[in-house]
C-alpha cells in the first residue's frame, strides 16, 4: 500500500471510529474509565484522564452523523477505484 493522502485520512477515519464505538457502561467502566470515576473538586485542574474522557464523549457525540457520511464516501470511493 502506498503511502499517500489518501491512506492518511483513511487511518485518521478508522482512529475516528475507533474512538466513537467505545461504549462507557461495557469498556470504559472496567478499566476505570467510567463517568463515576472523574469526580474531582472545585477548583481542582482535571488531570489527563478527565480530559481523555472528554474528548471521547465529544467526539461521540458531534461525530456521530459526519461519520456516517465520511465512512459512506470511503466506502464509493473504494468500490469506485480499488
Request: hydrophobic share 55%; aromatic share 8%.
Amino acid at each position: 500500500m502506498a503511502f499517500t493522502l489518501y491512506s492518511l485520512i483513511q487511518a485518521a477515519i478508522l482512529c475516528v471510529n475507533a474512538v466513537a464505538v467505545l461504549h462507557e457502561e461495557r469498556f470504559l467502566s472496567k478499566i476505570g474509565w467510567g463517568v463515576d470515576q472523574s469526580v474531582g473538586g472545585f477548583g481542582d485542574e482535571p488531570g489527563v484522564k478527565v480530559q481523555l474522557m472528554n474528548l471521547v464523549r465529544s467526539v461521540r457525540t458531534v461525530m456521530r452523523v459526519p461519520l456516517i457520511a465520511v465512512n459512506s464516501v470511503c466506502i464509493v470511493l473504494l468500490l469506485l477505484f480499488g
